[in-house]
């Protein structure tokens, strides 16, 4: 079955520094990984998705890279600010399409 | 605010028993999504609802079931409740069913305490 891994570990960084989270997923390959962001107790917010066939895909301060040679994605804030301070998920289909599968999530903390 | 509506925003309850979580999606939205979301296991897919029918079905155990009725809210039964069914549960929305690429909107979510 598909397997989704984010960094486990909180990330913490200064304000005006870009942020670096990570997605990597096993055993197939999806048509596309959608990011989400969630804060504590509510639920998580579309951002960004990006299709097999799209090496990046940006957003405002958002950028979203998809190599699905190395099976992994990666999303970056530029010039972070202490308001994107949250938990950060990455979704893909499952196999049948039909559903969702979510990461563990990347919880960030940016201090000012 | 993302549109989609549940209720209640608590319930707390005592083991054996049996809870009805409520969702209603955007205007317009066809389709609805359960989760339950634990500080262990994450966001984990329990069922899928398209037009008042079934579409899929994650892990979803036996004791809880859904539906979603003609005018497209949908309800969420949990039965012969455990405390290990502590957590959040989400309903989230979207346009369509098989298109892979909507993206989903999440209600606030009903946090179940089972003591």
Known sequence: SQKI??????????????????CNYTNYSPAYLQWYRQDPGRGPVFLLLIRENEKEK????????????????????????????????????????????FGKGTTLSVSS | DSGVTQTPKHLITAT????????????????????????????????????????????????????????????????????GDSALYFCASSVGSLEPYNEQFFGPGTRLTVL
Do not use: M
């Open chain 2, 16 to 83: 054996g028993q049996r809870v009805t979580l409520r969702c209603s999606p955007r205007s317009g939205d066809l389709s609805v999504y359960w989760y339950q979301q634990s500080l262990d296991q994450g966001l984990q897919f329990l069922i899928q609802y398209y037009n008042g029918e079934e579409r899929a079905k994650g892990n979803i155990l036996e004791r809880f079931s859904a539906q979603q009725f003609p005018d497209l809210h949908s309800e969420l039964n949990l039965s012969s409740l455990e405390l």
């Open chain 1, 58 to 101: 940006r957003k405002e301060r958002l950028k979203v890279t998809f190599d699905t040679t190395l099976k992994q994605s990666l999303f970056h804030i530029t010039a972070s600010q202490p308001a994107d301070s949250a938990t950060y998920l990455c979704a893909l289909p499952n196999q049948a399409g039909t559903a969702l599968i």
């Open chain 1, 5 to 22: 891994e984010q960094n486990s570990e909180a990330l913490n960084i200064q304000e005006g520094k870009t942020a670096t989270l990570t």
